[in-house]
């Protein structure tokens, strides 16, 4: 069955530097990945969609990079802040079927 | 808009008994699930629903029950709680089908504690 790996541990980063998580999968071929920020109580909200035919996709301080051959995506934060602190998610689905998989998430904690 | 509406947001059940918790969206939308979010493990599919009348089984199906009279509503029942259903819920609902990858809009959440 498919498996989606995000790392588990927390990262503390600075303020103002870029944060980069990753979200490494096995045993699929999606055909596009999204990710999502999860605060405290509350339930993900989603920031991003990349395609498996885009290498890169940018929002304002986001960047998302999807590389099918590594079977991995990176999510960039760049000049990040506090207000930054959340766990964020990684998902991934196929347009030819409705299940959608997530990881189980990474928290990233912004220090000013 | 009120977006995607789940109550209640917690719940004690003693082992054995049935609930249901419910869900409502009033973004028209077709697509509708159920997740449970446990330590660790990240979200996993429970239900879901592509239209009024349609529904499928996700990846933890087992112990739940769901039935999408309406567009709008899309209940989660729980036929004989067991603790290992304790968890939170999440119902989330899209535009279309996750096949078409549009983004997924989340409730709140319901916290359930199973003794």
């Known amino acids: 069955s498919q498996k989606i790996e995000q790392n588990s541990e927390a990262l503390n980063i600075q303020e103002g530097k870029t944060a980069t998580l990753t979200c490494n999968y096995t045993?699929?071929?999606?055909?596009?990945l999204q990710w999502y920020r999860q605060d405290p109580g509350r339930g993900p909200v989603f920031l991003l969609l990349?395609?498996?035919?885009?290498k890169e996709k940018r929002k304002e301080r986001l960047k998302v990079t999807f590389d099918t051959t590594l079977k991995q995506s990176l999510f960039h934060i760049t000049a990040s802040q506090p207000a930054d602190s959340a766990t964020y998610l990684c998902?991934?689905?196929?347009?030819?079927?409705?299940?959608?998989?997530f990881g189980s998430g990474t928290k990233l904690n912004v220090k000013p | 808009n009120a977006g995607v509406t789940q109550t209640p947001k917690f719940q004690v059940l003693k082992t054995g008994q049935s609930m249901t918790l419910q869900c409502a969206q009033d973004?028209?939308?077709?697509?509708m699930s159920w997740y449970r979010q446990d330590p660790g493990m990240g979200l996993r599919l429970i239900h879901y629903?592509?239209?009024?009348?349609?529904?499928d089984q996700g990846e933890v199906p087992n112990g739940y029950n769901v039935s999408r009279s309406t567009t709008e509503d899309f209940p989660l029942r729980l036929l004989s709680a067991a603790p290992s259903q304790t968890s939170v819920y999440f119902c989330?609902?899209?535009?279309?089908?996750?096949?078409?990858?549009?983004?997924?809009?989340f409730g709140q959440g319901t916290r359930l504690t199973v003794v």
């Open positions: 629903s592509v239209g009024a009348g349609i529904t």
């Open positions: 990349i395609r498996e035919n885009e």
């Open positions: 989330a609902s899209s535009s279309s089908g996750t096949g078409r990858g549009t983004e997924a809009f």
């Open positions: 973004m028209n939308h077709e697509y």
């Open positions: 045993n699929y071929s999606p055909a596009y």
């Open positions: 998902a991934l689905g196929s347009f030819n079927f409705n299940k959608f998989y």
